[in-house]
């Protein structure tokens, strides 16, 4: 089944304590991308990747790293963790240009 | 750069009335459209896509919408709505030239009278 897999669904932390978010998908997708997601806000673009070893900034990357270093990956790194990053986290990808994107479950995190 | 609006934070309707969630988008040329809605702790269903072509769009569930270029608008409209229905809707705009990056609004949350 092809399906976009984040760990974990939900994290409780505490401030500056290092963790990552993993992504895997399983169909090949050349683009893959993070987003986060808060109330009356919608959903923003944290960092994607067109392919492997290739990353860029999205909208809101402050506080948060990403690596890409084989295609089915893009693990969300956050060094120091602070409450403003409390927020639903979603990964997402797609083949390049396709518009047809797909999203994992999310993972609920929150730093307190 | 793309912008979307969703002018209605709340809505609530009766079960069994029509349903119409706006949706206004910026973009010089012709955006990717999409519809996704998001029940409570659950993660994004994708309800419908506007590509090119037919511009009023079927979706699952019952839903369709239809791209209106000159009011830059792509409304969500249900006829007749269910409990079921009631759950927080995004509607987002892609374009080619920026790759595979989704735009959202901010969301519209449809409540369902009995």
Known sequence: ?112 | AQSVTQPDIHITVSEGASLELRCNYSYGATPYLFWYVQSPGQGLQLLLKYFSGDTLVQGIKGFEAEFKRSQSSFNLRKPSVHWSDAAEYFCAVGAEEYGNKLVFGAGTILRVKS
């Open chain 1, 1 to 112: 089944e092809a399906q976009v897999t984040q760990n974990p669904r939900y994290l409780i932390t505490v401030t500056g304590k290092k963790l990552t978010v993993t992504c895997s998908q399983n169909m090949n997708h050349e683009y893959m991308s993070w987003y986060r997601q808060d109330p009356g806000l919608g959903l923003r673009q944290i960092y994607y990747s067109m392919n492997v070893e290739v990353t860029d900034k999205g909208d809101v990357p402050e506080g948060y790293k990403v690596s890409r270093k084989e295609k089915r990956n893009f693990p969300l790194i956050l060094e120091s963790p602070s409450p403003n990053q409390t927020s639903l986290y979603f990964c997402a990808s797609s083949l390049a240009n396709s518009g047809r994107v797909f999203f994992g479950q999310g993972t609920r995190l929150t730093v307190v």
